[in-house]
């Protein structure tokens, strides 16, 4: 059998996002369980959108998210080069075959008069098909004019996509299309072919915005004579709302800023394979090593996947949770508050081990420890926006605080167990509910919008930064 060879074949036009990624990541997890290659090449020709820059970010996202590609740009291969703009040589090659054929021809007019042709199309109520207007003795094509394909038997197309299953489309769709612009440079309909013909490419697995043109295609491969490949559509990622294709006016952002915000590279890729693809179980959290076991293209579905970012955080969550605490404190390195810079490690990864489990985002932690390093700011909408604490006097919130310092002062042995065995003789000397005794110590001793388990958080505090902090929560007020 010939090996599976598949690629991953971005535009540099700009930042990289989840779409993007998800095109790459599903030949990645074939290639990969299929003991394959996974080819990298950046498509290029496209000048005028070209972005300077957006090259490395391709790369640099792919790298972060462990992506890894056997040939392409920073690796190399036997079929290089693997950017467009380097391979001018090959298209023009596989261009000369097609006019020595017949099958191709170089296109005479300007814009102006292909405007005209299609107007006159519209007037007569038929669609417009170049090939209708093709010239009967174009000139020789010299490299200074577009060069076209020339369809001579536009026919029925008949193909299996593992993912959309049979389709077929009638000679009506097939035109007579630019190969080569005046440029030089190969359109994407011309160069993705000799592209993935010359490196090999056994499967080609992209959106289904391109399943349209492969009757196209498929007349090129036949002109070219050469082996078709698999061919596969993925469906779109859908706005949140479920009702377009996914783009940034939805809120869509690089992926880059999710990785900004604290995302973990492994529920990046867990949350993008799960786009559209399941395993036919109810597991929701899939290893890298268990999404190449299990992925098939059969098992995509062919409706569009919806974009839930709230499933993106709480998977993240997941993901940081599954991580030991020296892993975690690995990663966080850039995410602490300032006022942690010259605390002891040790401190920080025990203040790491109260705050995990409230993580979704990595930079959730400096609002969610910033109190551990310093002294917080009050902030009284706490208390205010608060159902239960808004209800209190000034003089009620005094006296439950008072009655908390006095109680605490008493304890020698300042661990969680004997803070919460004395948290709990409050709540009966007070005659407070946990949600009201316990939310106004948190505030007045954290001023967070939530912490961690109570007793835990005033023990990591200590002893004299508790006391402190409520003993001066009547000033602050």
């Not at 970010?57 to 467009?84: C, F, H, M, S, V």
């Not at 536009?154 to 959309?164: A, L, S």
């Not at 300032?338 to 040790?346: D, G, N, Y």
Request: proline share 6%; with cysteine.
């Amino acid at each position: 059998m010939t090996p599976i060879r598949t690629r991953f074949a971005p535009s540099p036009t700009g930042y990289i996002h989840v779409g993007n990624v998800r095109a790459a990541l599903f030949p990645y997890l074939l290639a990969r369980q299929q003991s394959g290659s996974f080819i990298l090449r950046i498509e290029d020709t496209d000048q005028a959108r070209f972005v300077e820059g957006a090259t490395d970010a391709i790369l640099d996202t792919l790298e972060w998210l462990g992506i890894d590609w056997d040939e392409g740009p920073r690796k190399g291969g036997n079929y290089g080069p693997y950017i467009q703009t380097e391979r001018r040589d090959h298209y023009q090659k596989w261009a000369q075959k097609l006019i020595d054929k017949g099958l191709a021809y170089a296109d005479p007019y300007t814009p102006e008069q292909v405007q005209s042709f299609r107007e006159e199309a519209i007037a007569s109520k038929k669609p417009f098909l170049y090939r209708d207007y093709r010239p009967e003795h174009p000139p020789t094509w010299d490299g200074t004019q577009p060069l076209r394909f020339k369809v001579v038997e536009p026919k029925r197309y008949t193909w299996h996509d593992p993912i959309m299953g049979e389709l077929s489309a009638g000679p009506e769709v097939l035109d007579d299309f630019i190969l080569l612009k005046a440029d030089g440079l190969p359109t994407y309909n011309f160069a993705h072919i000799v592209d993935d013909a010359e490196m090999g490419v056994t499967h080609v697995i992209r959106g289904l915005e391109y399943i349209s043109s492969i009757p196209r295609y498929l007349s090129l491969y036949e002109a070219l004579e050469l082996t078709v490949p698999v061919l596969a559509c993925m469906p779109h990622i859908m706005a949140p709302d479920g009702k377009k294709k996914l783009g940034k006016r939805d809120g869509a952002k690089s992926v880059t800023d999710y990785k900004v915000d604290g995302i973990l590279p492994e529920a990046m890729l867990n949350f993008l394979a799960s786009m559209g693809w399941n395993d036919g179980t109810e597991q929701e959290l899939f290893s890298r090593e268990e999404l190449i076991d299990k992925f098939s293209l059969e098992r995509v579905q062919r409706s569009g996947a919806r974009f839930d970012e709230q499933r993106l955080l709480w998977m993240n969550g997941q993901w940081i949770r599954r991580l030991s605490v020296d892993e975690l404190y690995d990663r966080v390195e850039n995410y602490w508050p300032l006022s942690a810079t010259s605390a002891e490690p040790a401190y920080k990864r025990q203040v790491l081990t109260l705050v995990q489990d409230r993580l979704k985002l990595l930079s959730e932690l400096s609002m969610m420890s910033k109190y551990f390093f310093e002294e917080p700011t009050p902030d009284h909408s706490l208390i205010t926006d608060n159902k239960q604490l808004k209800k209190l006097s000034d003089n009620e919130i005094t006296s439950l605080l008072a009655a908390a310092t006095e109680q605490l002062s008493t304890l020698e042995d300042w661990t969680p167990e004997a803070i919460q065995e004395t948290l709990n003789q409050l709540l009966e000397t007070t005659g407070q509910k946990p949600g009201i005794l316990f939310s106004l110590i948190r505030i007045a001793t954290t001023w967070a919008p939530f912490s961690p388990q109570l007793n835990d958080t005033l023990a990591l505090l200590g002893k004299e930064r508790t006391l402190g902090r409520l003993s001066r929560y009547p000033a602050a007020n």
